[in-house]
């Protein structure tokens, strides 16, 4: 199995296995199976049967296994997202703090060279929705919540909450739904944009 050039998101050769799947359909194309999985609730990645064109949904970033298999192509929703992500964007959403608490037990990392690293590492650990990277010792610390249980200043971290990374103006433009409304909501405040509005919803875990 390889990482397709089509995108560092993207397994050939691979099939992400589940025991049972969130549901599966026939899509055209790798990016219309994708697009599925970014809108059903609870999807993290997916499984695309070249040959008949069936598309199923995956509730882990990578099932429960990895099973090979040279007519399938796999992607992981996260790591798209992070991919998508210009360093811009990305340093747009830097924030020098530490999240304390809320670490994903045994999946704190040493040696890690760049804020980048951290981010792209999360995309591959289940559960993760954001980081702090301390520079000083170069550990990479994942959270199972957006802004870890506190913030607290601190001179040598930085933390992200890979949320932010979906405000990336070019993601949004793909992604987003005209003409609709998503029914209920989980609050409600008046901002200045689209991108505001965004940029609102990552503060919220």
Request: glycine letters at 6%; charged letters at 20%.
């Amino acid at each position: 199995a390889v990482v397709s050039t089509q995108s560092r998101g993207t397994m050939t050769g691979v099939a992400f296995w589940e025991s049972s799947t969130l549901g599966s359909s026939t899509k055209n194309t790798l990016q219309g199976c994708v697009r599925e999985c970014a809108n059903t609730n609870t999807c993290s990645a997916v499984s695309y049967e070249t040959r008949y064109k069936k598309c199923e949904l995956k509730v882990k970033r990578k099932g429960t296994m990895l099973w090979q298999n040279s007519n399938v192509l796999s992607a992981n929703l996260h790591c798209l997202l992070t991919e998508s992500a210009t360093i811009d964007s990305i340093s747009q959403c830097y924030k020098n703090v530490d999240y304390n608490g809320a670490d994903i037990s045994g999946k704190a990392i040493a040696g890690v060279n760049s804020v980048e690293e951290c981010v792209s590492y999360c995309a591959d650990v289940e559960g993760c929705v954001s980081v702090t990277y301390n520079q000083a010792d170069k550990n990479c610390y994942p959270k199972n919540k957006r802004k870890g249980d506190r913030e607290s200043a601190h001179s040598t971290c930085t933390s992200v909450t890979m949320a932010c990374l979906s405000a990336n103006r070019s993601l949004v433009n793909r992604c987003r739904v005209v003409d609709k409304l998503f029914a209920g909501h989980f609050s409600e405040v008046t901002v200045g944009s689209q991108d505001d509005c965004f940029a609102e919803m990552y503060l919220h875990g």
